[in-house]
């Protein structure tokens, strides 16, 4: 079972340098313009919030919905942005793997899901209902 770390955490705005939630917001929705600007927020938020619990639970596989990879994919664009990112969630750099075998899992999906919350996260259902064409085969997801 993994261990949560309990430190508290704020928006993920404050978890980016001054400006760049917004910057990362305006990308997604040029991107995806078929997306309202809201809910391009929302995704954005839902990325950083599952690095944050991908961050206090290393060594335990996470993985994204379709929708909220997209956030994530947005985000690893703004290299130096995801790497000072990954540093101050994890002193380490968070690896993105294409395929690891966990996309699509219910249980994987579920146990994401309830590490982002336990990190004091709200999960906004609707985006890890939804799922997106990345681009890929199969889904993406983290994993130590």
């Known amino acids: 079972m993994p261990t949560t770390d309990v430190r508290v955490r704020t928006h993920p705005k404050d978890l980016l340098e001054e400006g760049m939630f917004d910057t990362l917001v305006a990308r997604l929705h040029?991107?995806?313009?078929?997306?309202?600007?809201?809910?391009?927020?929302?995704?954005?938020?839902?990325?950083?919030?599952?690095?944050?619990?991908?961050?206090?639970?290393?060594?335990?596989?996470?993985?994204?919905?379709?929708?909220?990879?997209?956030?994530?994919?947005?985000?690893?664009?703004?290299?130096?942005?995801?790497?000072?990112?990954?540093h101050d969630l994890r002193g380490e750099f968070i690896h993105h793997h294409p395929y690891d075998g966990n996309q699509g899992n219910p249980a994987v999906l579920a146990r994401t899901q309830e590490l982002i919350a336990a990190a004091g996260h709200t999960v906004d259902r609707e985006l890890w209902a939804l799922n997106a064409d990345c681009g890929n085969d199969a889904p993406c997801g983290s994993h130590a």
């Open 30 to 86: 040029k991107d995806h313009p078929d997306l309202p600007l809201t809910t391009c927020a929302r995704i954005q938020q839902q990325a950083v919030e599952f690095l944050d619990a991908c961050g206090r639970n290393p060594g335990t596989s996470l993985t994204p919905s379709g929708m909220v990879d997209l956030g994530w994919h947005n985000l690893i664009l703004h290299t130096e942005t995801y790497a000072k990112l990954c």
